[in-house]
């Protein structure tokens, strides 16, 4: 089997996750700058089988986009255009952030740690990764 990359987006940083071959175990692998973002793709699709990726959409508690949705919304028609052969799904972000930082700190990790914004994105890739996995359990 290939592997499922999850892809947390920010104006800044992007956090990635991915899965094992067997896509049973979601684990963070990077964050990176995200300008860098396409440089990346390419070469990680290069070395690794794909399945898909999986982005996370930014929405409201009211179900409307997220500002942030101006950053992702470019991304996603550039990746399309630029790896038309991978399919990109997007999942609903909410609060991945927030249970990034509490997973941090229950991890037990010191507060210097907790505070480096990079370690909260690749969880949040991870955890949207995770969300994804456990919404696409076939029985």
Do not use: W
């Amino acid at each position: 089997m290939a592997r499922v990359l999850a892809i947390d987006f920010g104006q800044k940083r992007v956090g990635i996750a991915v899965t094992d071959p067997d896509q049973i175990i979601a684990s963070g692998l990077t964050t990176i700058r995200s300008f860098e973002i396409f440089d990346f793709l390419r070469e990680y699709f290069n070395k690794e089988e794909v399945e898909c990726v999986i982005i996370g959409e930014a929405v409201q508690m009211n179900n409307k986009p997220a500002d942030s949705m101006k950053l992702i919304n470019p991304f996603i028609k550039k990746f399309e255009k630029t790896f038309p052969d991978i399919p990109l799904h997007r999942i609903d972000e909410r609060f991945t952030s927030l249970l990034a930082k509490d997973t941090i700190l229950r991890s037990g990790v010191n507060r210097k740690t907790r505070q480096n914004k990079a370690l909260i994105d690749k969880v949040s890739a991870t955890i949207i990764l995770q969300s994804y996995l456990e919404q696409n359990i076939t029985l």
